[in-house]
């Protein structure tokens, strides 16, 4: 099984920064595409950004373009999003999780592992 966990939330002012990290261990060879979700008080979950198994796509939800960065460490097992510009708005618990797929996928029911979450509070 998967093991994945967040880091890095916090409270910040908007027009902030925060990196968030998940670090994944266990059965990491089936590890591919990775990808952060959160989920604000009384919304579902949504996507924010995706990364393929070698780190050479990308994608953003329009709430996180121009703003949010996902990249990955392969050798470290590690996945950063760095959250620039933050705005109240982008409060919420943010969670990692992993697709046993190549390329960048979005749905949240294509991944199959996810961890705790890590919350981010941005105060206006």
């Known amino acids: 099984q998967l093991q994945l966990v967040e880091s890095g939330g916090g409270l910040v002012q908007a027009g902030g920064s925060l990196r968030l990290s998940c670090a994944a261990s266990?059965?990491?060879?089936?590890?591919?595409?990775m990808g952060w979700f959160r989920q604000a008080p009384g919304k579902e979950r949504e996507f924010v950004a995706a990364?393929?198994?070698?780190?050479?796509?990308?994608y953003y939800a329009d709430s996180a373009k121009g703003r949010f960065t996902i990249s990955r460490d392969n050798a470290k097992y590690m996945v950063y999003l760095q959250m620039n510009s933050l705005k109240p708005e982008d409060t919420a618990v943010y969670y990692c999780?992993?697709?046993?797929?190549?390329?960048?996928?979005?749905?949240?029911?294509?991944?199959?592992?996810w961890g705790q979450g890590t919350q981010v509070t941005v105060s206006s």
């Open positions: 999780a992993a697709a046993r797929t190549n390329s960048v996928v979005a749905g949240a029911d294509e991944y199959d592992d």
């Open positions: 266990g059965r990491t060879n089936s590890v591919y595409a």
């Open positions: 990364i393929s198994r070698s780190g050479s796509s990308t």
